[in-house]
C-alpha cells in the first residue's frame, strides 16, 4: 500500500513539474530582437527600450508595462494619452504616458506599440491589428516602444524631454520595425 502511494505521489508531482514548466516557458518568451540605451541630452538621461517580435503566432508576444512593471515593484500613477509627431513630418500618433514609481526612483514613461505600418496607443488594439493583419497580410510582427526619463525636478520637463526622444525614434523606428 505505502508502495502505491508513493507512486502516485511521484505522478503527481511530476505532472505538476510538468504543467508549471509549460506555463513559465509560455510566461517567458523572450523579443526575437531587442535595443535598450540610455541617452543623455543637455544634462538629462532617457532610456529607451524596442522589443520586436519577428512573429507573435506561436504564443510569443510583446506584453502591456500595465503587466510586467507592477509585478516587478512599480506603481503607476497618472494616466494620460499624448500625442507623439515624428520629426520627420510623418503622422502623428497617440501613445500612453505614466508616472512610475520604485522605492525613491520615479520617471515619467511612454509607450506604444507598433508595426506594420501602425503606431498605436491600445494594447488591445495592437492585438486586434494582429489578427487582421495575419489574416490580410500573413504578417504577426511588431514592437514595443518604451521611454523612461527620470522625473528630477520637474515632470513637465520630464514629459517634454520624453516626448522630444519619442519623436526622434519614430522618425528612425521604420528602417528597423518593419512597415
Not at 125 to 131: F, L, Q, R
Not at 150 to 156: A, R
Amino acid at each position: 500500500m505505502k508502495n502505491r502511494t508513493n507512486t502516485i505521489r511521484f505522478w503527481i508531482l511530476l505532472a505538476v513539474l510538468l504543467l508549471g514548466g509549460g506555463i513559465i516557458n509560455v510566461w517567458q518568451r523572450a523579443a526575437d530582437d531587442y535595443l535598450s540605451r540610455n541617452f543623455v541630452s543637455n544634462g538629462r538621461m532617457a532610456s529607451f527600450y524596442v522589443g520586436y517580435y519577428a512573429t507573435q503566432r506561436n504564443g510569443a508576444t510583446y506584453h502591456s508595462p500595465l503587466n510586467c512593471l507592477p509585478g516587478s515593484g512599480w506603481v503607476m500613477t497618472d494616466p494620460a494619452r499624448i500625442t507623439i509627431t515624428p520629426g520627420d513630418g510623418s503622422a502623428s500618433f497617440e501613445a500612453n504616458r505614466f508616472v512610475v514609481a520604485n522605492g525613491r526612483d520615479r520617471a515619467l514613461m511612454i509607450y506604444w506599440y507598433q508595426g506594420r505600418g501602425r503606431a498605436v496607443a491600445s494594447e488591445y488594439w495592437g492585438k486586434i491589428y494582429t489578427v487582421i493583419d495575419s489574416v490580410r497580410r500573413r504578417r504577426s510582427d511588431g514592437a514595443m516602444v518604451r521611454v523612461m526619463v527620470p522625473l528630477g525636478n520637474s515632470q513637465e520637463e520630464a514629459q517634454t524631454a520624453a516626448i522630444e526622444m519619442a519623436s526622434q525614434a519614430a522618425t528612425e523606428l521604420p528602417g528597423f520595425v518593419p512597415n
